[in-house]
Every structure is written in structure tokens, then in C-alpha cells.
């Protein structure tokens, strides 16, 4: 059964400071997302990450994907308040089925 | 205009009642989900359908009963509520490999 292992579970840092987020799985997949999650809010979506060595910025995020090693990464730059949130990596294990992450749940202190 | 609506956003309910949330999507996607969220954040999928065929069916109780009239819509229904049932409930939607677009998700509560 597929495993997707989210690492930090909780992460508290202060504004300014870099830090990274890390996301292993355990089967062969391709395919891997990156979403945000504001407290009782929905989910949306930040980055799809579709082949070996894919990586995307945005703003003070940037996620890669390295297939071979199974892991993906968000990095975070200079961290700000805005950017307090639940983090969830996903990972498509066939078409149309997609596993999540436990959550990285992120609060970042002014 | 909402891309996906689920209806209603919070839901109180007595044990052993039965309830149904509604989900659409206007994106035109194929494929689209229900998927729980726990207390704990969890994320755990619970069904989809592909164009109105039932593709996906995990270890979910038969209490729980997609619906799919059409591949806008998928609704779900809900037999003979238990506390354990409380939760955050997600539909979705996908097309090809971009993953999900998400709705704004119904609050269950069961008491």
C-alpha cells in the first residue's frame, strides 16, 4: 500500500527564516501535488509536479520532485505570516487516484 | 462562479438519521471524488466516478452511498449516522493530470 510521508507534521518559525518541507512516498509515481489549507477552509491547489527533477516557484515557495529518490521538497523563503497553513504533498498512484499527506501545519510567527 | 459547490457547508445532525450532501462542478471534468477529513487533518478518498461510472470504491461502510446522475454532479448519501461519521467531507474534481480542483467542504456533525 502506498505511503505518503510528510515531514515536519509541525513546523513553527519565525518570519524571515527558510525552511523546508519534505515529502517521501513509497511507490513509483510521476505525479505529485502540492496544496494549502487555510483553517476551515478548502483545499487549493499550489503546484503539479509531472516529471523527474520538476520544479516550480511561486512567490516565496518552490517545489521540486526528484523521482528516483521518491521525495519532493517545498521550500520556503523568507517566510512570512500570509504564509501560516496546513501543507499537503499527494501523490497519484494511478490515474485519477490520489494519496495524500498527513499535513504539515505551518505557523509562522511575526 | 464556484467551480465546485457542495451544499449545505455545515450539517448538524442526531445519530441514526440519514443525510445527503450534494456536490457540482462547472469545469467540465470527468472525474470527480468524495474524500473525508478527519479531526486530525487526514485525507482519505472515499470514492470517485468517471464519467458516471463508480471507479473508485475504498473500505468506506455500505452506510455510505454515492449517487452520480450525471458527470457534473455526484452526491452523497448517508444512512443511519454514527458519531464516528463526524467530519469534514470534500468533494472534487479532476481532468487528466492536474490534479484536484476542491469544493468548500460540509462540516458533519453528528450528536
Known amino acids: 500500500e502506498l505511503k505518503v510521508e510528510q515531514n515536519p507534521l509541525f513546523l513553527s518559525m519565525q518570519e524571515g527564516k527558510n525552511y523546508t518541507i519534505y515529502c517521501n512516498y513509497s511507490?513509483?509515481?510521476?505525479?505529485l501535488y502540492w496544496y494549502r489549507q487555510d483553517p476551515g477552509k478548502s483545499l487549493e491547489s499550489l503546484f503539479v509536479l509531472l516529471s523527474n527533477g520538476a520544479v516550480k516557484q511561486e512567490g516565496r515557495l518552490m517545489a521540486s520532485l526528484d523521482t528516483k529518490a521518491r521525495l519532493s521538497t517545498l521550500h520556503i523563503t523568507a517566510a512570512v505570516h500570509d504564509l501560516s497553513a496546513t501543507y499537503f504533498c499527494?501523490?497519484?498512484?494511478?490515474?485519477?487516484?490520489?494519496?495524500f499527506g498527513k499535513g504539515t501545519r505551518l505557523h509562522i510567527l511575526p | 462562479d464556484t467551480a465546485v459547490s457542495q451544499t449545505p457547508k455545515y450539517l448538524v445532525t442526531q445519530m441514526g438519521n440519514d443525510k445527503s450532501i450534494k456536490c457540482e462542478q462547472n469545469l467540465g471534468h470527468d472525474t470527480m471524488y468524495w474524500y473525508k477529513q478527519d479531526s486530525k487533518k487526514f485525507l482519505k478518498i472515499m470514492f470517485s466516478?468517471?464519467?458516471?461510472?463508480?471507479?473508485i470504491n475504498e473500505t468506506v461502510p455500505n452506510r455510505f452511498s454515492p449517487k452520480s446522475p450525471d458527470k457534473a454532479h455526484l452526491n452523497l448519501h448517508i444512512n443511519s449516522l454514527e458519531l464516528g461519521d463526524s467530519a469534514v467531507y470534500f468533494c472534487?474534481?479532476?481532468?487528466?493530470?492536474?490534479?484536484?480542483?476542491f469544493g468548500s467542504g460540509t462540516r458533519l456533525t453528528v450528536v
Open positions: 511507490t513509483t509515481s510521476d505525479r
Open positions: 472534487a474534481s479532476s481532468q487528466g493530470r492536474w490534479g484536484y480542483t
Open positions: 499527494a501523490v497519484d498512484i494511478r490515474d485519477d487516484k490520489i494519496i
Open positions: 466516478y468517471n464519467n458516471k461510472e463508480l471507479i
